[in-house]
């Protein structure tokens, strides 16, 4: 093949194999970001209602439900945020508390929309099921029921475990949850347990503001800082005649703290975009 003919291809070769390789890294970041890892924010918070009074005190404090007197019965709430730059669809959030813990009572909301949550299908028909054969038992002489040890597991599990549905999460929306369940009756505490099993979505705690700043600040101090030991390092080298001007200008430099709290405020909200 003659040089003129290789040489009238090549351009075009050339720009063929780079719009190839620039399309492929397209396809890859778009793959990329549409399964990256979404985060979802949650906090709880539980509340005791039958405070330790003194014994100093006098008259006895006492919690019923249902005619029942109650030794320990506790709140929960617990608050789900969508921090991320997407809507989120069909979102199955598991509640669960410790063994022995009864929960005696629960709803759900969206915070935006002001609507109400139900318990996902699957765990609705689980229930339905497990009181469904629980009111189907006969009773004795005494008007007790007796519970086989396959009925018994099941009912241990309804009343351990919840879950709820959020057919849409709207981005930085919020979703709530009240919980009332009764601690063991060996006097241990009960702990409210969350999870979540749905594809690129994680559930994170939510970290403490004033902490994060404080790193933040910390963080910034430490970039400016490393910008003026760079300079005065680069400076010092070739100007070294003048090693005390530049002393000077570092403690000047130190200001450069400033830009570095900048740049970490712009790489936040990048972050935060592609999130």
Known sequence: METETINSLLPATITLIVTSLFGLLVGILTEKFKNRLRIITYEIYT??????????LIGNLKISLNEREIDSLRTAYVEFENKNNVDLENIAIRFNISQGAVFQGSEGYVKNRLSWLNWTEQHNEIFQNVLSKYNALPTDENGVKQIPDNLQNLINYVNQNQEYLIPVFNRNDTAHFNFLFEDPLDGSTAILYTSINHKSVRLERKVDDDKVAKKNLWTA??????????????????????????????????????????????YKRIRDYFK
């Open 47 to 56: 509340q005791n209602l039958k405070p330790n009074l003194s014994k100093n």
């Open 221 to 266: 101090v430490g970039i400016g800082i490393a910008l003026v030991v760079i300079i005065l390092a680069i400076l010092s080298l070739n100007y070294p005649e003048q090693k005390s001007l530049i002393i000077v200008s570092g403690v000047v430099g130190f200001s450069y703290s400033i830009v570095g709290y900048l740049i970490l405020g712009i």
